[in-house]
């Protein structure tokens, strides 16, 4: 599996050289638009209704509408400046949270994280420790132009990033609320109690695949054993184009820079044990201590 985008967790002071991969995918039956006469693909343009002509992509420029027919406009430049720097190429973790805290509306697609290195301890580390911890990661991410809220969770010997919506993306349902009503009667959730644990089992959703997708395939397959196929010859190929973004470095002592991290968050941390690693030699010169990457 190809990777589309690589770079580093951050995790205080440790970077963890990582990379990410597809975890979903649409199967959704698509229909394409044809002229009904020559059954060629109709081809979408980008036409100025008062110049009344077709748009090369130069001439597309972006505006937000402040009003009615009234656009704010933004150069490629400026909309660059909006998209911000400090969290391209990295999987920012800003705090650890109760999974049973996170509502699934905040979800909205999910991502593989493999490891980017061959050295995979500091990988390992992290995923371990949200397992035994039973927490999962806050982050901030930065996919193609938009800096993103996502979840970082183990999900068996790997991780799984979740892309999530802002709050403010979520839609209040507050006023859809029934109104108070009289309380059930005990023999009403007796029984209701009874159906949910004669329908309970566990989850597999393999039991319950995409009907609709198969009635279409299905339906496909007659029509092209009928011979009834429409021909493009306007047809060409597309090639997907790869999102790629600089890999992390080499690591020193993951013990020492969890002990500075822990002291950049101003909280004690756990006395040290005889098995503990040597200390990293202290860097000459003043000032705040720079990051170091590690390879796992």
Known sequence: ???????????????????????????????????????????????????????????????????????????????????????????????????????????????????GSKNVRGYDLLRS???????????????????????????????SLDMMRFAEELVPGDELAPAEQKEPSPREKELAQHLVDELSGPFDPARHPDEYRSAVLAAVDEKVEAGQIARDAATQDEAPAAMTQGAGAQVIDLAELLSRSIKAAGKPGPAKTKESPQEEKQEKGKGAPRRKRATG
């Open 129 to 159: 420790v949200l397992a035994e911890t039973k927490k999962v990661a806050l982050a901030k991410v930065r996919l193609r132009t938009r800096t993103r809220l996502a979840l970082v969770r183990p999900r068996g010997r790997l991780f």
């Open 1 to 115: 599996m190809r990777a589309f985008w690589s770079g580093e967790i951050a995790f205080g002071l440790v970077t963890i050289p990582a990379k990410l991969y597809t975890a979903t995918k649409d199967l959704t039956p698509q229909f394409h638009q044809l002229h009904k006469d020559c059954g060629t693909r109709v081809t979408m343009v980008r036409r100025c209704p008062k110049c009344n002509r077709d748009l090369a992509w130069e001439e597309i420029g972006k505006g937000y509408e402040v009003s009615k027919g009234e656009y704010a406009l933004f150069s490629k430049e400026e909309l660059s400046k909006l998209d911000g720097e400090e969290s391209a190429g990295t999987i920012e973790i800003v705090e650890f949270v109760d999974p049973l805290e996170v509502d699934l509306a905040y979800v909205e697609k999910s991502y593989w994280i493999g490891p």
